[in-house]
């Protein structure tokens, strides 16, 4: 019988390596696995590479981490948002590495790794300081950027329902990074609020089916 | 100094504004600050659909007091609503929907625009914080009609409708109208054309306000917001 379901967040972090590139889904505080980052610092990994949108809020989650100095480089497209002292602390000591780069251009890497993709051609910062270096094609007269697939080792992701095979079900805003992370990692952890038996979703309300997650834990319910 | 002989627009106002422009049927997004003002100020009877970049179509106006939502924010990270017919999408299709053409309005603040419609809105490049883009970019570049809403000039009266944009830019080219406290411009290929002004602007006064030359177009009007917009009810 498939269960995917563990039961702790340190079974769900369990044998992630240092070095790893670790994609945090979530907007601003909303839809981030708050309980799978701390079990992340518990375990102990170092030398983390984060991809998130935002930097980490007050001293909790990716902000402890950040705070702990088990991050190396932080890949987002908005660092200035809460209390994101944690990471600004470290960005003035020069202790973590920010590469920047638009928030579209974060989630369709991501998407094109998941959907076996060399990389695509964009237009989004062509012409900018933040497309600098990066190799150029004029398409139908329009200046585009050559952007990689981004992959994680792992995704750290927060949904609302899984059941025993791990589909799942998110909900309102807190969709947001999480099925396009969880698509492009090779180890999928998600923290859900609760499970439901196998048949109870509805497939036709699915939003990120079973074989894109590798383990499933239940925290209960928060934002 | 003698006493100013206009009035600038409030926020309000020139959120008003720009709200005017916003057609039935219109998919639009909303920046941070003033733009997201706009949203309240949409003709009665007007069907506006608002995009949030964090993956809302159909988002709705600021929660009344007790019925903040926890999983409802806006790209400001503000408290927001969802509309009858709204729905979800994830992050990789609500950015398809922004750099794929299918919006018809961003709304943006801008730091500097440039006589060509360059905008500058993500960094002044303070090296004490980190930079940030959000969706800056995406926005300036995929949706179908890009306007900005700015104060005119900075803070000690310095031009920010510029010849050339002293910030590092988002887009080049992309800005079409610009809502400012004194007058409404559009950016055209032969220029910047004046198409409203504020009581008591003159083009010559605005002209000594604004870097690069200034066209009045034909046919301009007067730019006369109510002096306190009303926010339509949500």
């Known amino acids: 019988m498939i269960d995917k379901q563990v039961k702790t967040t340190a079974d769900a972090v369990a044998g992630v390596r240092d070095g790893s590139t670790v994609l945090v889904a979530g907007f601003g505080a909303v839809g981030v696995a708050d309980n799978l980052l701390d079990a992340l610092h518990e375990q102990g990994a170092r030398e983390l590479t984060i991809v998130a949108n935002n930097s980490g809020n007050g001293d909790y989650g990716l902000a402890r981490l950040i705070n702990s100095g088990r991050v190396r480089k932080v890949i987002c497209s908005f660092p200035r948002s809460g209390d994101y002292s944690a990471f600004l602390n470290a960005y003035r000591a020069r202790s973590l590495e920010l590469e920047l780069l638009p928030q579209g251009t974060i989630s369709e890497r991501m998407r094109c790794h998941a959907a076996g993709l060399g990389g695509f051609f964009s237009p989004v910062s062509a012409g900018t300081k933040l497309g600098e270096g990066k190799e150029t094609r004029e398409i139908d007269g329009r200046l585009h950027v050559f952007e990689k697939p981004l992959k994680g080792d792992v995704a750290l992701i927060k949904a609302n329902k899984a059941d025993r095979w791990g589909n799942l079900t998110y909900i309102k805003s807190a969709r947001n990074f999480n099925p396009v992370m969880a698509m492009a990692a090779d180890l999928t952890v998600v923290e859900v609020d609760q499970m439901v038996e196998l048949g109870e979703l509805d497939p036709e309300a699915v939003v990120t089916p079973s074989i894109f997650v590798d383990r499933v834990v239940v925290v209960g319910a928060h934002a | ?234």
């Open chain 2, 1 to 234: 100094m003698t006493p100013k002989s206009y009035q600038p627009l409030t926020r309000e106002q020139m959120a008003w504004r720009a709200a005017q422009d916003l057609r039935e049927g219109d998919y639009v997004n909303l920046g941070i600050g003033i733009p997201t003002l706009a949203a309240s100020f949409v003709p009665a009877g007007r069907e506006v659909i608002f995009h949030s970049e964090n993956g809302i179509l159909g988002m709705g106006p600021k929660p009344e007091p007790g019925k903040e939502d926890p999983y409802m924010v806006d790209a400001g990270k503000n408290k927001t609503t969802l509309v009858k017919g709204g729905c979800f999408v994830h992050h990789a299709d609500s950015f398809l929907i922004i750099r794929g053409g299918h919006l018809d309005v961003s709304l943006l603040g801008a730091f500097e625009v440039s006589e060509t419609g360059d905008l500058a809105n993500w960094t002044t490049e303070d090296p004490a914080f980190p930079p940030g883009v959000g969706g800056a970019m995406d926005l300036a570049v995929g949706a179908r009609a890009i306007r900005v809403i700015m104060d005119h000039t900075g803070k000690n009266g310095e031009p920010r409708i510029l010849k050339k944009c002293t910030y590092p830019l988002t887009a080049a080219a992309c800005v079409k109208r610009i809502y400012t406290n004194l007058a409404v411009i559009d950016v055209t290929p032969q220029g910047l054309s004046v198409v409203e002004l504020i009581p008591g602007m003159t083009p010559e006064k605005l002209q000594a306000l604004t870097e690069p030359k200034l066209h009045l177009a034909a046919g301009w009007q007067a730019l006369a917001p109510p002096e306190t917009p009303k926010a339509r009810a949500a």
